[in-house]
């Protein structure tokens, strides 16, 4: 009598533990923390192939829950970030090229970078545009023109601050700040756009978008 009571009594507690179990498995399963912390992982191990590990990690980690594991989106944030950093750096030079008393020099010299930026802002929302309209007849073509152009704003970017090398005596000293502020700027947008080709250089076309 008093075992099969402690018997029914241990089923009975195993009946109501087992749905328990179950849904503390479950939680664990779906819990958003664990799956986040899986798609920072994700992020991290992509942005291992970058040249600016650290810098790809944090800008792209914020967005882990949208980017999940997925390869394209991940190059879509990282051009985002590229094309938001490079607006960013568009506009601020811009503000410093509405300052007073600019010689002919420098106003040359800052609508030069300008013109670059904006070519770089080009290429960048052309690769947004492409990335996140891959299709599988064309997606090798497709990539090939974001390597491309994606590259080419990496060059722009760089040329922006070319004219900022030469130690001229003709630049006022205004503009001797004005070129730290900007090289400041653009070794930032130049990290991210690195590091956006860098992952989309990573992209398996066999892949299906
Ligand atoms: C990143 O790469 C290094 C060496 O290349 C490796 O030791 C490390 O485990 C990698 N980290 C991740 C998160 O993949
Ligand atoms: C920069 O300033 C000059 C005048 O100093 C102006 O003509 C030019 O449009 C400006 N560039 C931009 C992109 O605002
Ligand atoms: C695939 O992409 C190319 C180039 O963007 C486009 O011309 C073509 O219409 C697309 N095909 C499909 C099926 O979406
Ligand atoms: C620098 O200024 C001098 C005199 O104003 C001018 O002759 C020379 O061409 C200028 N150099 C450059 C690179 O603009
Ligand atoms: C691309 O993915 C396919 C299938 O998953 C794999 O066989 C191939 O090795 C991958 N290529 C690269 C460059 O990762």
Not at 84 to 102: E, I, P
Request: hydrophobic share 35%; proline share 2%; charged share 20%.
């Amino acid at each position: 009598m008093e075992s099969a009571h402690t018997f029914a009594s241990q089923a009975l507690s195993l009946i109501l533990l087992i749905p328990f179990l179950l849904f503390i498995s479950n939680t664990q399963a779906v819990s958003p923390a664990s799956s986040t912390q899986t798609y920072k992982t994700y992020i991290k191990t992509a942005c291992n192939s970058t040249t600016f590990p650290q810098d790809c990690y944090t800008s792209l980690s914020p967005y882990a829950s949208k980017i999940k594991s997925n390869p394209q989106k991940l190059c879509i944030y990282a051009l985002s970030q590229a094309l938001r950093a490079t607006k960013t750096t568009f506009s601020t030079v811009r503000k410093l090229n509405k300052t007073k008393g600019l010689s002919h020099f420098d106003k040359d010299v800052i609508q030069d970078c300008l013109d670059n930026i904006n070519y770089a802002i080009d290429g960048l929302k052309d690769s947004l545009d492409t990335m996140n309209n891959l299709n599988e007849t064309d997606t090798e073509f497709q990539l090939g023109n974001v390597k491309t152009w994606v590259s080419a704003a990496i060059t722009d970017e760089d040329t922006c601050t070319d004219g900022f090398e030469d130690d001229d005596q003709n630049a006022s000293s205004s503009l001797k700040v004005m070129k730290q502020q900007i090289k400041k700027n653009i070794v930032v947008v130049a990290r991210s756009t690195s590091n956006a080709l860098a992952l989309v250089n990573h992209l398996n076309y066999t892949t299906n978008y």
